[in-house]
């Protein structure tokens, strides 16, 4: 069983960044896909950003150029650092894990889930 933490969300105003963080221990293993998604009230689960153990990584359009996601293998954490946020951007924002090795942005790919942390983006 893998368990996934995130943390590092709050409110900022637009413009600002956060970065949220996604720690993971049980059996999680080196080479599982880490990803980022995000869902707001009313919207389905959408794809935000994915890497795999060598840093390959795939990011959603409407989040490229402002959202970086890395891991740090060796602590077995993901992290999302979120610039220039938008208020489009406001959700609960979820880690997941992927025992595949394809970088998928399917929410249904991935095998574990956090319980999510709130980013909520004012104008």
């Known amino acids: 069983q893998v368990q996934l933490v995130e943390s590092g969300g709050g409110l900022v105003q637009a413009g600002g960044s956060l970065r949220l963080s996604c720690a993971a221990s049980?059996?999680?293993?080196?080479?599982?896909?880490m990803g980022w998604f995000r869902q707001a009230p009313g919207k389905e689960r959408e794809f935000v950003a994915a890497?795999?153990?060598?840093?390959?990584?795939r990011y959603a359009d409407s989040v490229k150029g402002r959202f970086t996601i890395s891991r740090d293998n060796a602590k077995n954490t993901v992290y999302l650092q979120m610039n220039s946020l938008k208020p489009e951007d406001t959700a609960v924002y979820y880690c997941?894990?992927?025992?595949?090795?394809?970088?998928?942005?399917?929410?249904?790919?991935?095998?574990?889930w956090g319980q999510g942390t709130q980013v909520t983006v004012s104008s």
């Open positions: 997941a894990a992927d025992g595949a090795t394809m970088l998928s942005n399917t929410p249904y790919d991935y095998d574990y």
């Open positions: 890497a795999n153990w060598n840093s390959n990584t």
């Open positions: 049980g059996r999680i293993y080196r080479r599982y896909i």
